[in-house]
């Protein structure tokens, strides 16, 4: 891309927007359409640089930014634009077993080349996953989180679905985290819950097989969950 202050052609849209956040679809002046997201600053100085990183690597099933400009304190990501509509969206919360198995392969498959340059994406979310209509094709998107491996020291509270070691703290991060994220994608995909026993139930269609791939992604001891994506997508792989 060219410099992005002569390219924007006008907003045609606003994707989504968080207090820490907004996406618009915009038009440029060359007729393409591209994602713009602005943020707010971000608390580590080297965010920027390893998003840019994550700029180099291309992969079908990875949507990387483009460019990555700073005005005024604020981070500008430009992507491409791709109309797709998130997991749920397209899928609704319990697809057929061979369609889960093959979703959540291609996820694994996005973070296998983060994996490989050293890179947690560690936000692996419903809401950043995008499948294409047609094909099934899936994307992984938003890297505004994504870290090195990093020793946290104290435990950190979200309402997201994190690893456990996440929120105790004193404790090694590294890619295990994805996977756990990526285990219970797949759990939800293949499971309803229980409200009465507090537990999850495989829907028809779920091997034994298939849970036991599951729990090694999601154990709560991190030693005792696949390494990488690359392992859990061998292992996934063998049930395709």
Avoid at 213 to 227: F, M
């Amino acid at each position: 891309m060219k410099e992005a202050d002569d390219l924007v052609g006008g907003i045609e849209a606003v994707l989504g927007a968080t207090f820490h956040s907004r996406v618009f679809k915009i038009k440029m002046a060359n007729g393409g359409h591209y994602v713009m997201k602005i943020n707010q600053p971000f608390k580590d100085p080297l965010q920027v640089e390893l998003m840019r990183e994550i700029g180099d690597i291309s992969h079908p099933n990875l949507l990387t930014p483009l460019e990555i400009a700073e005005e005024d304190g604020r981070i500008i990501e430009f992507y491409p634009y791709i109309p797709h509509p998130t997991l749920y969206q397209r899928h609704g919360k319990q697809p057929d077993p061979e369609t889960a198995k093959l979703i959540v392969l291609q996820i694994l498959l996005g973070l296998s080349p983060l994996h490989r340059r050293g890179i947690i994406h560690h936000d692996v979310r419903e809401p950043n996953i995008f499948v294409n209509p047609k094909t099934d094709e899936v994307t992984l998107f938003d890297y505004n989180i994504s870290k090195k491996p990093y020793f946290l020291r104290t435990g950190m509270s979200t309402i997201n679905n994190v690893p456990p070691e996440y929120l105790v703290g004193c404790t090694q991060i590294d890619y295990r985290f994805d996977i756990y994220q990526t285990g219970i994608i797949l759990r939800d995909l293949t499971h309803g819950y229980d409200w009465a026993k507090e537990t999850f139930i495989p829907v028809k269609g779920v091997t034994p097989e298939l849970v036991q791939v599951i729990i090694n992604a999601i154990h709560p001891d991190p030693d005792k969950r696949y390494r990488t994506a690359m392992n859990m997508a061998e292992a996934l792989d063998k049930l395709i």
